[in-house]
């Protein structure tokens, strides 16, 4: 997959990031395959009561500004936790 494909499929699902990480350009794609990362793990934070509700639509806000920025090959990171790195 080129790093357009790859960042774009990294949004999808954890399924889908799991695919990107093996099969997909991982150097091309890292900042995205980053960001998608962060932001699946974060979710999880919307099992707390009440507020991750809130957390949540949050969190779908910054998937759709990072799935939109992968289709546009653009590197912004989304806010508040888009300066996390995990994959270096």
């Known amino acids: 997959m080129d790093k357009r494909t790859?960042?774009?499929?990294?949004?999808?699902t954890?399924?889908?990031?799991i695919i990107a990480l093996c099969a997909g350009d991982v150097q091309g794609a890292k900042?995205?395959?980053n960001q998608s990362l962060v932001i699946w793990l974060f979710a999880l934070l919307g099992v707390i009561p009440c507020l991750g509700q809130i957390w949540l639509i949050f969190i779908v806000v910054c998937w759709v500004m990072g799935l939109i920025h992968a289709i546009n090959e653009e590197e912004v990171p989304v806010p508040l936790i888009g300066g996390i790195r995990i994959l270096k």
């Open 14 to 17: 954890w399924v889908g990031l």
């Open 6 to 12: 790859t960042g774009i499929v990294g949004y999808i």
């Open 31 to 33: 900042f995205h395959l």
